[in-house]
């Protein structure tokens, strides 16, 4: 294996540009600090470039005309990030991209206007509820971290059943603590797909991996080095 005694270093992970996109560079970033190599992909481009997971990042696209996400999700781009999600490739979305994942239908549910109807931002504390995606593998159950959270459609809603459904069957990956910034439904700050190859959560774990910026710790980075590890392993 390529990359180094790890074989870390061939691990490719895709990070998308949308119009209005934010902070594409960031996770550019904390995919190259935890090991892996960032490769950058364009909104117009059906081609994934042969990356081995998939990241949409926080941001604006299309500057959230007409909802959060409802434009960008017919990007060409979607429809192999689609494609390849349902074939089990790891999808993580941040923000924005969390917000994307719903319109494309890869998670249930839907962002809304936050409830007190200001954008936040802050730090914000979050404990993990699941390990057991591609993205957490790296964290404990019941583990608290901290990590900035930016937003003005972050408020998560779904009907009862599929509220009911996600805790069931432990899809809830995150929920907020000491306090609820936008009103989600049951405190949820992210969900997976059935499979847990594919989250999203309105927090920006990509601003929290390095001491030196965003919250001061890097609770953030182990998004990263679980994705990476698990791609690894898998070779």
């Not at 003005?152 to 779904?158: E, F, K, L, N």
């Not at 459904?165 to 432990?170: H, K, S, Y």
């Amino acid at each position: 294996m390529d990359g180094g005694p790890s074989g870390r270093g061939n691990i490719r992970i895709g990070v998308v540009t949308f119009p209005g996109t934010l902070d594409d560079r960031d996770t550019q970033r904390a995919v190259r600090l935890a090991g892996a190599e960032p490769v950058e992909l364009w909104h117009r481009d059906k081609d994934l470039k042969q990356v081995d997971a998939v990241v949409l990042p926080g941001g604006f696209s299309y500057g959230d005309y007409l909802r959060a996400g409802a434009i960008s999700r017919f990007s060409p781009v979607m429809e192999s990030v689609i494609d390849q999600a349902g074939a089990g490739m790891p999808v993580l979305g941040i923000c924005n991209g969390f917000q994307l994942l719903t319109e494309a239908h890869l998670l249930p549910g839907a962002m809304l206007r936050n409830n007190h109807l200001h954008f936040i931002c802050r730090d914000q504390k979050l404990r993990v509820e699941t390990d057991r995606t591609a993205w957490t593998a790296d964290y404990a159950v019941g583990q608290e971290i901290s990590i900035p959270l930016k937003n003005i459609d972050g408020r998560y809603v779904a009907d009862e059943r599929t509220l009911d459904m996600l805790e069931a069957e432990g899809r809830v990956v995150f929920r907020y603590l000491d306090m609820n910034p936008n009103g989600s439904l049951r405190d949820i700050a992210g969900i997976t797909n059935e499979a847990g190859n594919v989250v999203g959560l309105m927090p920006h774990p990509e601003h929290a991996v390095e001491p030196l910026v965003g919250t001061g710790r890097t609770d953030g980075l182990g998004f990263f080095t679980s994705i990476l590890k698990k791609l690894v392993d898998a070779r």
